[in-house]
């Protein structure tokens, strides 16, 4: 009944490592969000994707790699992990790309990086 | 440019007490709002949302928003606090992607 998930749920990884994390959503959402969550809360999107295509892309390090294979699936691969990395990354989904679509938040995964 | 402003980091309340969080936000047009709230280790949940029409707006949980455009204002509200209601909470602006505060952090003395 899960209606957006990822995998995994804690990640703890050393500096230089490539790692990735999944998220799934059951919603039938056409649009599907990265976002990083800082030590002070503070939340910040990175990507998102409508059908599975890219339409927003902040100014977030080329190590970040989003992918959509369908609709239903935003996965986020992180190349040569830094110790700045390390926060909650939050996946979502929206039923549409603008307002006044909110937007569905997975629980968040908790990257540390050593 | 769109941006939202929570002045308080950290607010205190004793359970049973009435609470409002401050929102205000810099938008050109008629605003989407939103306020989600983030429990400890868990994602954000979507609380009440206003788009149009009347300017008092309810929520899940017991909590309702005001939007008041003369303030640039969204302040979230609950009559009485429950300890469960300790969490982080986000007010959120959308136009073409969503921005969010920077969030209240929310404490409930018993």
């Known amino acids: 009944d899960t209606a957006v998930s990822q995998t995994p749920k804690y990640l703890v990884t050393q500096m230089g490592n490539d790692k990735s994390i999944k998220c799934e959503q059951n919603?039938?959402?056409?649009?599907m969000y990265w976002y990083k969550q800082d030590s002070k809360k503070f939340l910040k999107i990175m990507f998102s994707y409508n059908n599975k295509e890219l339409i927003i892309n902040e100014t977030v390090p080329n190590r970040f790699s989003p992918k959509s294979p369908d609709k239903a699936h935003l996965n986020l691969h992180i190349n040569s992990l830094e110790l700045g990395d390390s926060a909650v990354y939050f996946c979502?989904?929206?039923?549409?790309?603008?307002?006044?679509?909110?937007?569905?938040f997975g629980p968040g995964t908790r990257l540390t990086v050593t | 440019a769109q941006s939202v402003t929570q002045p308080d980091i950290h607010i205190t309340v004793s359970e049973g007490a009435s609470l409002e969080l401050r929102c205000n936000y810099s938008y050109g047009a008629t605003p989407y709002l939103f306020w989600y709230v983030q429990s400890p280790g868990q994602g954000l949940q979507l609380l009440l949302k206003y788009f149009s029409g009347d300017t008092l707006v309810q929520g899940i949980k017991g909590f309702e928003a005001e939007f008041k455009r003369s303030q640039s204002s969204f302040n979230l509200r609950k009559p009485s606090v429950h300890w469960s209601d300790a969490a982080e909470y986000f007010c959120a602006v959308a136009e073409d992607k969503i921005i969010f505060g920077k969030g209240t952090r929310l404490h409930i003395l018993p």
């Open positions: 919603l039938g959402h056409d649009t």
């Open positions: 979502a989904s929206s039923q549409a790309p603008s307002a006044p679509y909110e937007q569905y």
